[in-house]
């Protein structure tokens, strides 16, 4: 019959433009990451046995396991409160998603108005007394300091986005559950844990998901701040690609961060599937 | 009356939270350098546009502003015009594969432009695409088409399939069902995703960077030049990156909670 075929016509194109755009290069990235005169796996070998790229590893996960559990937790205070409903909501809601709309550049450039030498945190510091000079947030002498400023930024610039998905979880929850509840007696923890919260689980599944995946590619925040004080994967990427002129160490690089962002997809959607289909049955 | 009293103390640390530093960047763009660099001085005795003059035009800011709009633009063509089929498709059929679609859509998601944007610059060498903004908006267009995908597929989702069928009884083709009714029904969610497409394609700074030397959007432009410069020009960067972004969230502001309801479910 024909009219079994209008929906895969319709998505042909879609996937075929992924093909080429997506795959294609992904093939390719393959490819390179696997040739180098050193055998096949001579650019891996190179990447494992350079401390750079321990490091790179070492910090990606480190920003990774701080930025995304406070994000979670900002996000639910935050969706919890603006889901009441006050007069005013909606500025509220508007002043919590204008990070969705900024770059990590322009985050960057934000904290660094703040934090920079000549930034505002010294100059409020100062005036009140409280040092004598500068405080430094930057520079290699003071990694620590550049860690959590970068934490910083990455908090405040994405936590907006599991705020969203998270509220978008709590106002499609039926309001009869929790008049149900009413009417057995429930206390508020009790509603919490046994109706909001079992509810929300496949928001929270994806909001946790796309924050981490985007977490293994933090790159502006890092890249701008801290430059390869702090080197992140995705940092390497490109320095190896820009600075070295070095395709097939990127490559390699690129491709770690594919296999972790595998990885951890895979992770999250087998959990979340299982619990997906516990709830339906 | 304490309730009020906390959710009034709640808001204010709130928007003060996601303010600040917006301001302070606002403010910085505005400040002369001297003030700038007075460690005395918090609040600049006078504003100044120089920064943003200087930026716009000495340093070829207002050429990668352009490139910017354009490659968003291009791309945000390119994505409707492939995504908005599909997603129609994922929401309207029954066929075997649907899920693995809609899977493969958020996997694609999740697949870094930093991984394919090396290939791509092979790719775009042959093609003749190199360092040209239609070979940056054909990258971005795959950054954002699997989110079209899923977005217009919740924006259709939300309006009944009764009205198509109506317009079907009374002897429009579904097609035209399709382009009569249920598309300006739709229109509202489209635009803004579309603008939620445009920001994305306007921030995005990796592939932008690699794929082209003298046609850079904007973030691609900063991070590699304008960094180079002093502050004062930095923050004026960062103002003419913010404002647009945050006109346009204000534009969608009501949408953005049903755009990303779909996640996952």
């Known amino acids: 019959m024909r009219r079994?075929?209008?929906p895969f016509l319709l998505i042909l194109p879609a996937v075929l433009y992924l093909a080429v755009l997506m795959g294609y290069?992904?093939?390719?990235t393959f490819r390179l990451a696997f040739t180098s005169n050193e055998g096949f796996f001579g650019n891996f070998r190179r990447l494992m046995e350079s401390g750079e790229f321990w490091n790179a590893m070492k910090n990606t996960l480190l920003l990774t396991a701080v930025i995304v559990p406070a994000q979670l937790i900002l996000a639910l205070g935050l969706a919890f409160f603006v889901n009441w409903k006050f007069r005013g909501?909606?500025?509220?809601?508007?002043?919590?998603?204008?990070?969705?709309?900024?770059?990590d550049v322009t985050a960057a450039l934000m904290s660094y108005t703040i934090f920079s030498p000549n930034g505002y945190l010294n100059k409020v510091l100062m005036s009140l007394n409280l040092i004598e000079r500068p405080l430094y947030f930057f520079g290699y002498m003071f990694k620590a300091r550049e860690f959590w400023v970068i934490a910083l930024t990455e908090i405040w610039r994405a936590t907006p986005l599991v705020f969203i998905i998270i509220l978008a979880g709590l106002q499609s929850i039926n309001r009869e559950y929790l008049e149900a509840a009413d009417l057995f007696g429930f206390s508020r923890w009790k509603k919490f844990t046994k109706i909001i919260l079992p509810l929300l689980k496949p928001s929270i599944m994806s909001a946790l998901l796309l924050r981490t995946l985007f977490?293994?590619?933090?790159?502006g925040v890092v890249w701008l701040l801290a430059g390869r004080d702090i080197p992140v994967l995705a940092g390497e990427t490109y320095y190896w690609y820009t600075f070295m002129n070095d395709p097939k160490m990127a490559s390699a690089y690129a491709l770690v961060i594919a296999l972790v962002t595998i990885i951890v997809s895979w992770f999250y959607i087998t959990f979340l599937r299982a619990k997906h289909l516990e709830g339906a049955r | 009356m304490m309730r009020r009293f906390f959710i009034v103390f709640l808001s204010v640390i709130v928007s003060l939270w996601f303010l600040t530093p917006v301001f302070f960047i606002v403010l910085a763009s505005l400040t002369p350098s001297s003030d700038y660099y007075d460690p005395n001085k918090i609040l600049p005795s006078s504003l100044t546009l120089d920064h943003l003059y200087k930026l716009f035009v000495t340093l070829g800011g207002g050429k990668a502003t352009l490139t910017s709009i354009q490659v968003a633009l291009v791309s945000i063509g390119?994505?409707?015009?492939?995504?908005?089929?599909?997603?129609?498709?994922?929401?309207r059929y029954v066929f075997p594969g649907k899920n693995a679609i809609r899977l493969s859509m958020l996997m694609t998601r999740s697949i870094p432009l930093i991984v394919v944007a090396v290939p791509l610059v092979v790719l775009y060498m042959r093609l003749n695409l190199a360092d040209t903004t239609l070979g940056v908006a054909l990258a971005h267009a795959s950054m954002i088409l699997p989110f079209v995908v899923l977005i217009t597929s919740s924006v259709f989702s939300g309006i009944s399939v009764e009205y198509e069928e109506a317009g079907m009884v009374f002897g429009l083709s579904r097609f035209q069902a399709f382009l009569r009714i249920t598309l300006p029904l739709a229109l509202p969610g489209l635009a803004a995703s579309a603008i939620f497409a445009f920001i994305m394609s306007w921030n995005?700074?990796?592939?932008?960077?690699?794929l082209t030397l003298t046609n850079r959007t904007l973030p691609a432009h900063i991070l590699n030049t304008a960094m180079a410069s002093p502050d004062y020009f930095k923050f004026a960067a960062g103002t003419i990156m913010a404002i647009p972004a945050m006109v346009f969230i204000f534009f969608i502001r009501k949408y953005l909670v049903s755009m990303w309801g779909i996640t996952l479910k």
Do not use: C, N, R
């Open chain 2, 78 to 91: 390119i994505s409707f015009l492939l995504g908005l089929p599909a997603g129609y498709a994922i929401t």
């Open chain 1, 4 to 6: 079994k075929w209008i």
């Open chain 1, 25 to 28: 290069p992904l093939f390719e």
């Open chain 1, 215 to 219: 977490a293994f590619q933090i790159f």
């Open chain 2, 204 to 210: 995005e700074v990796f592939a932008s960077s690699i």
């Open chain 1, 89 to 103: 909501y909606t500025m509220i809601l508007y002043f919590i998603a204008i990070p969705l709309a900024l770059s």
